[in-house]
């Protein structure tokens, strides 16, 4: 699977509403910048101590959707 998610990956992808990373270990910077419809991650496989040791770049989050939330293991919800 996608182990590492890179600088820019869908910045501004404005209908991207949801995402699952499952084996993710890295997120780049602006990765998701400015997709404003997106609202969820699912990374159900993860723990939140497995989530914090994601490497996430600067802005990788920065203008989605207000509200928006990582959905990990155990029902476990973060607000972004």
């Known amino acids: 699977g996608v182990t590492s998610i890179g ?6 992808c404005k209908s991207l509403e949801k995402v699952t990373l499952s084996s993710v270990t890295s997120i780049g910077t602006k990765a ?12 159900q496989s993860l723990s939140e101590s497995e989530w914090e040791a994601i490497t996430k770049g600067s802005d990788w989050a920065t203008n ?5 939330k990582v959905y990990l293991s155990e029902n476990k919800e973060i607000e972004l």
Request: aromatic residues 30%; neutral net charge; glycine residues 8%.
């Open 32 to 43: 998701f910048y400015n997709c404003s419809k997106l609202t969820e991650f699912y990374a």
């Open 64 to 68: 989605i959707a207000s509200g928006a």
């Open 7 to 12: 600088v820019y990956a869908f910045y501004g």
